[in-house]
């Protein structure tokens, strides 16, 4: 029998060929913390669907097209890719000409695998600081008149490079820093103003959406959070401060109901704690509640579950039409994939679809970074500020940003 060490040192090794392979324009990457995998190539896209049943009838395109892969000969039933925040807007979905699979990465924190990008950039706030701390306070008052109970305002920053950015390197450092959470990479089409060319979703998401593996499904939604600190007393603190917090644990169970609420026709069991545990990365502690399910039906894809999910109260809010219409209002931009899901599912079902967050929409020298914070009846505005400062961190400091960063007024 080969030694476990030999076997786990072999499989570190294919993960960390498959991340050394990625090539921006032409692949899919994604990890988790039990596997890597890499696509190359688009033997067919899933065509677009648009309108209010889009996402949900995204599911059934997907079906047929992998029908129509397989009825070609194609031996890789499975789609990969992302769908974005709102349901209405098509998702970017290809079959792969070639995917390749390895256990989780692993690396010694010793190595040199870590390097800032060693470019400068300019950055510039979308929305300023105040006019987010006016949108939190407009949501606070939305609370109060009316039945809405959380909603996530989210903000952008806008990252411009002298020089271009190297998405490999990038995501290197994204998965050094992040290996207990899903770091992904996903090719985009040019942007349909034409502003910019091919782009790159690319980020290391600390939340599983929905997995589904035989009649196993799994979800693990993050609410509720706090940012790291460099003092491990503090950090401790901060902790323990975060799994009692009134505010924190309340906003933690409005996402836990309307999950269970969302998975529960799909399923004969549902075991859903009683209360979250903490879970962190290496900016930010969150908790986290683990809801694990037995499948009653073994046509019910990850996809057709994700979609069913999506969007949760974690990145939308609740009610969620009252909240999406809300975030319509406040927010001045577009979330485009933030805040969607990016994963892969299989012709059998299988499948694992990710949070879309602690993430970038970038092209050659642009990058276009993302943070929300969720807000409930309690929330202060400057500490919602300071959350989403803390959430941006997970890709600043992959970046290596630092002092070449200069913010425009």
Same mark, same amino acid.
Request: net charge negative; charged share 20%.
């Given at each position: 029998?080969? *030694?476990?060490?030999?076997?786990?040192?072999?499989?570190?090794?294919?993960? @960390?060929?498959?991340?050394?392979?990625?090539?921006?324009?032409?692949?899919?990457?994604? @990890?988790?913390?039990?596997?890597?995998?890499? @696509?190359?190539?688009?033997?067919?896209?899933?065509?677009?669907?648009?309108?209010?049943?889009?996402?949900?009838?995204? *599911?059934?395109?997907?079906?047929?097209?992998?029908?129509?892969?397989?009825?070609?000969?194609?031996?890789?039933?499975?789609?990969?890719?992302?769908?974005?925040?709102?349901?209405?807007?098509?998702?970017?979905?290809?079959?792969?000409?070639?995917?390749?699979?390895?256990?989780?990465?692993?690396?010694?924190?010793?190595?040199?695998?870590?390097?800032?990008?060693?470019?400068?950039?300019?950055?510039?706030?979308?929305?300023? *600081?105040?006019?987010?701390?006016?949108?939190?306070?407009?949501?606070?008052?939305?609370?109060?008149?009316?039945?809405?109970?959380?909603?996530?305002?989210?903000?952008?920053?806008?990252?411009?490079?002298?020089?271009?950015?190297?998405?490999?390197?990038?995501?290197?450092?994204?998965? /050094?820093?992040?290996?207990?959470?899903?770091?992904?990479?996903?090719?985009?089409?040019?942007?349909?103003?034409?502003?910019?060319?091919?782009?790159?979703?690319?980020?290391?998401?600390?939340?599983?959406?929905?997995?589904?593996?035989?009649?196993?499904?799994?979800?693990?939604?993050?609410?509720?959070?706090?940012?790291?600190?460099?003092?491990?007393?503090?950090?401790?603190?901060?902790?323990?401060?975060?799994?009692?917090?009134?505010?924190?644990?309340?906003?933690?169970?409005?996402?836990?109901?309307?999950?269970?609420?969302?998975?529960?026709?799909?399923?004969?069991?549902?075991?859903?704690?009683?209360?979250?545990?903490?879970?962190?990365?290496?900016?930010? /502690?969150?908790?986290?509640?683990?809801?694990?399910?037995?499948?009653?039906?073994?046509?019910?894809?990850?996809?057709?579950?994700?979609?069913?999910?999506?969007?949760?109260? @974690?990145?939308?809010?609740?009610?969620?039409?009252?909240?999406?219409?809300?975030?319509?209002?406040?927010?001045?931009?577009?979330?485009?994939?933030?805040?969607?899901?990016?994963? /892969?599912?299989?012709?059998?079902?299988?499948?694992?679809?990710?949070?879309?967050?602690?993430?970038?929409?970038?092209?050659?020298?642009?990058?276009?970074?993302?943070?929300?914070?969720?807000?409930?009846?309690?929330?202060?505005?400057?500490?919602?500020?300071?959350?989403?400062?803390?959430?941006?961190?997970?890709?600043?400091?992959?970046?290596?940003?630092?002092?070449?960063?200069?913010?425009?007024?």
């Amino acid at each position: 029998m080969i *030694p476990k060490s030999i076997v786990e040192n072999v499989t570190a090794s294919l993960a @960390a060929q498959l991340l050394e392979s990625y090539e921006a324009g032409s692949s899919f990457f994604f @990890a988790s913390p039990r596997r890597t995998l890499l @696509a190359r190539g688009t033997f067919a896209t899933v065509p677009p669907t648009v309108g209010e049943d889009a996402l949900e009838r995204l *599911p059934g395109r997907v079906r047929s097209v992998l029908d129509d892969a397989r009825q070609a000969d194609h031996d890789i039933p499975v789609v990969v890719g992302a769908v974005p925040f709102d349901g209405t807007v098509p998702a970017q979905l290809v079959v792969p000409m070639t995917i390749q699979r390895a256990g989780p990465l692993v690396f010694d924190k010793a190595d040199s695998v870590h390097r800032p990008l060693g470019a400068h950039y300019t950055v510039q706030p979308v929305p300023e *600081p105040a006019a987010y701390l006016h949108g939190v306070e407009r949501a606070l008052t939305l609370m109060q008149s009316g039945p809405l109970r959380k909603v996530v305002l989210s903000r952008s920053l806008h990252l411009h490079a002298a020089a271009p950015i190297d998405m490999r390197q990038l995501l290197r450092n994204l998965a /050094w820093r992040n290996p207990s959470g899903y770091t992904f990479a996903v090719d985009l089409p040019p942007s349909e103003d034409g502003t910019t060319g091919a782009r790159t979703l690319i980020g290391a998401s600390p939340e599983l959406l929905v997995s589904r593996s035989g009649f196993q499904v799994l979800a693990n939604p993050l609410a509720g959070s706090a940012a790291r600190s460099a003092d491990p007393v503090v950090d401790q603190e901060r902790a323990r401060a975060l799994l009692t917090s009134p505010k924190d644990l309340h906003e933690h169970a409005v996402v836990i109901d309307a999950v269970a609420e969302a998975l529960r026709p799909y399923c004969k069991t549902l075991e859903v704690p009683a209360g979250p545990s903490l879970v962190s990365t290496a900016t930010m /502690w969150h908790l986290s509640t683990r809801i694990i399910g037995e499948l009653a039906d073994p046509s019910i894809s990850s996809l057709t579950l994700a979609a069913a999910l999506h969007p949760t109260p @974690a990145v939308c809010g609740y009610p969620t039409q009252l909240a999406h219409e809300a975030i319509g209002s406040i927010e001045p931009f577009e979330r485009g994939y933030y805040t969607g899901a990016v994963g /892969w599912c299989d012709a059998s079902g299988d499948g694992q679809w990710a949070v879309t967050i602690r993430c970038a929409e970038a092209d050659e020298r642009t990058l276009r970074l993302f943070a929300g914070a969720g807000i409930v009846a309690g929330s202060r505005p400057e500490s919602e500020l300071a959350e989403t400062e803390a959430k941006f961190r997970t890709m600043l400091q992959a970046m290596g940003l630092g002092q070449g960063a200069e913010v425009q007024p």
